[in-house]
């Protein structure tokens, strides 16, 4: 397709287990993001991939979370050890280029459910 | 830090009437976004503002950007019920964006 695309849509799975996310951008966006959006909240950046550069992980919230890309394709988003404060839907958003005067161009996203 | 903060969080009006959502910010930016969200679902693009001054209208919807107020304004007209959603502004830092907090519209018959 010609959007963002996440997978799983749905995921739930037991405390302490580890999880992987993935996301396949818009063909050709240099730029990739991934953000947690609790329930009735707003997002919360976690990572941004810009081409070769060395990604910026300053919104990761522990050293539970990791991120991967390859190449200006698809990334993976682990959590690893979940905890019930991790339930929250994951969006990942790619662009053609950061800090330009293109928008995010935003997935369906993955919701995560922690028993 | 980058704050951003939008208000009101909450907004019910009654088709018809006109409004206005703040979208205030702490540091230098030049690049504003405004999106919407419905529910259960993902991200709209509704503008991008780049400049000072910039004044961007679709539909019912209009958005300002005043960099030197560090404010965005995203004005509703005559609202209708489909404009029901919330609406999230994001202000660019680097090439990352910060999101406020959204402000969720109700619009009654």
């Known amino acids: 397709g010609a959007g963002v695309s996440q997978s799983p849509s749905n995921k739930v799975t037991e405390k302490g287990k580890d999880v992987e996310l993935r996301c396949d951008p818009i063909?050709?966006?240099?730029?990739l993001y991934w953000y947690r959006q609790r329930l009735g909240q707003g997002l919360e950046f976690l990572i941004y991939?810009?081409?070769?550069?060395?990604?910026?992980k300053s919104g990761l919230p522990s050293d539970r979370f990791s991120a991967e890309r390859t190449g200006e394709s698809v990334s993976t988003l682990t959590i690893q050890r979940t905890q019930q404060e991790d339930s929250a839907v994951y969006l990942c958003?790619?662009?053609?280029?950061?800090?330009?005067?293109?928008?995010?161009?935003f997935g369906d996203g993955t919701r995560l459910s922690i028993l | 830090e980058l704050k951003v903060e939008q208000n009101p969080l909450f907004l019910s009006m009654q088709e018809g009437k006109n409004y206005t959502i703040y979208c205030n910010y702490s540091?230098?930016?030049?690049?504003l976004y405004w999106y919407r969200q419905d529910p259960g679902k993902s991200l709209e693009s509704l503008f991008v503002?780049?400049?000072?001054?910039a004044v961007k209208q679709e539909g019912r919807l209009m958005a300002s950007l005043d960099t030197k107020a560090r404010l965005s304004t995203l004005h509703i007209t005559a609202a209708v019920h489909d404009l029901s959603a919330t609406y999230f502004c994001?202000?660019?830092?680097?090439?990352?964006?910060?999101f406020g907090d959204g402000t969720t519209l109700t619009v009654k018959p």
């Open positions: 958003a790619s662009s053609l280029r950061g800090h330009s005067n293109q928008p995010q161009h």
């Open positions: 063909s050709g966006h240099t730029a």
């Open positions: 991939f810009q081409g070769n550069s060395a990604p910026d």
């Open positions: 540091t230098t930016s030049d690049r």
């Open positions: 503002l780049l400049s000072n001054g």
């Open positions: 994001a202000v660019d830092d680097a090439g990352k964006s910060t």
